[in-house]
Structures are given as C-alpha cells and as structure tokens.
C-alpha cells in the first residue's frame, strides 16, 4: 500500500524567507508526484507535477520541487516567500494502479510580514 | 469558464435524512471523484467514476452513493447520513483519470447533527 507523510502540520515564516515543505511517500511501484494548493475557502489547485523526465520541476509561481526515488521524497521549495502564498499544500501521489490520488494530510504555510 | 461546481456550499442537517450533494463539471471531462477532508487526515477518496455508468469506490465508501448517468453529473448520495460523516467534501474532475491534473469544486460543508 502507498502513503504519503509531510512531515509539517504547520509552517511558519516571515516574508521574503525561503521555505521547504517536505513530503516523502512509501509505494512499491514507480509512481507519479504531485503538489496541490488550497487558499482559504477554495478547492485544491494543482501546483507542480512529476510524471517522468527531469527529476526537477517547477511551477510558474516561482515553486519548485525534486523528486528524489532514493529517498522517496518530493520535497517543495521557494526561495522567496509572498503574504500570497499563506495557503495550505498538499502533496499526493498517483500512479499506483488505484485510479486515486493518495494525499498527505497538508502542511500549513503561514507567510507572516 | 472552466469550473467544476457543487451545491450546495453549506449544509446543517439531522441524522438520518437523505441529502444530496451535486457536482457538475463543463469540461467534457471523463474521471470524476468525490474526496471527504478531515483535520490531519488530508483528502480521502470516496467514489470515482471513469465513464458514464461507470463507477467505483475509493477508500471511504460506506454510507455514501453515488451514480454517473450523464457525464457532466456526479451527485454524492448520503442515504442515512450520520454525525460521523460531518465533513469538507471535494467534487474533481479531469481529463481521463487520477494523474491528469485534476480540477477540484469550492467544497462543501457538511454538518450532519
């Protein structure tokens, strides 16, 4: 069985810091990584996605994340957080053949001015 | 625009009562899926549907149905609810199944007393 575990209930920091939310999962196969955004009030938006290739991958908000099969993590990281960015993120993984996404149970990131 | 909506938002009832939940989606999408969100547990998968007429259950199905007759439509089913079931439930919806980036509805809040 898979399972996804951030580490991180609760994050926070001020702005302008950098910041890592980490994210490691357990599964048998090869599988797909995904992390998901979810502000106050809304549903979760699709952040960054790894499917295959390069073992980095970035979003267009300045987020970053790296697949690393060693460890089997996928670990999130910005250099420069905004107030904007104070949501909550969830990291899933696909891929496993149960036509489901598993979820963590999300980090919190709290950007304090 | 693309959207997947839910109705209603809100919702207080009593144990025992059938309620319906709706979700629709306008992007001609064939996966769809229902996930319930409980503090510290992240989103748990309820039911998915891959087609029309063709659905499944995820890993929380007990006290829920749900039926896909058209492909728009996926409304979740709570014949007998229970406090049990008072939960932030998530309508999604993608492209063709869970690795495709899926397109979440606003939530709803469910307070079953």
């Known amino acids: 069985a898979q399972s996804v575990t951030q580490l991180d209930s609760q994050v926070p920091v001020f702005e302008e810091a950098p910041v890592e939310l980490r994210c490691n999962y357990s599964?048998?196969?090869?599988?797909?990584l995904f992390w998901y955004v979810q502000y106050p009030n809304q549903g979760l938006q699709l952040l960054l996605k790894?499917?295959?290739?390069?073992?980095l991958v970035e979003s267009i908000n300045g987020f970053e994340a790296e697949f690393n099969k060693s460890q089997t993590s996928f670990h999130l990281r910005k250099p420069s957080v905004h107030i904007s960015d104070t949501a909550e993120y969830f990291c899933?993984?696909?891929?496993?053949?149960?036509?489901?996404?598993?979820f963590g149970s999300g980090t919190r990131l709290q950007v304090q001015p | 625009e693309a959207q997947v909506t839910q109705n209603p938002r809100y919702l207080i009832t009593v144990t025992g009562k059938k309620l319906t939940v709706t979700c629709s989606q306008n992007?001609?999408?064939?996966?769809m899926s229902w996930y319930r969100q409980d503090p510290g547990l992240g989103l748990r998968q309820i039911y998915y549907?891959?087609?029309?007429?063709?659905?499944d259950k995820g890993d929380v199905p007990e006290g829920y149905k749900v039926s896909r007759k058209e492909k728009r439509n996926f409304p979740l089913i709570l014949e007998s609810p229970s406090p049990n079931q008072t939960s932030l439930y998530f309508c999604?919806?993608?492209?063709?199944?869970?690795?495709?980036?899926?397109?979440f509805g606003d939530g709803t809040r469910l307070s079953i007393l």
């Open positions: 992007m001609n999408h064939e996966y």
């Open positions: 549907s891959m087609n029309v007429e063709v659905t």
């Open positions: 899933a993984v696909g891929g496993t053949g149960r036509r489901a996404l598993t």
């Open positions: 999604a919806s993608s492209l063709d199944g869970e690795n495709q980036p899926q397109h």
């Open positions: 599964s048998s196969v090869s599988v797909y």
């Open positions: 790894y499917l295959s290739g390069s073992t």
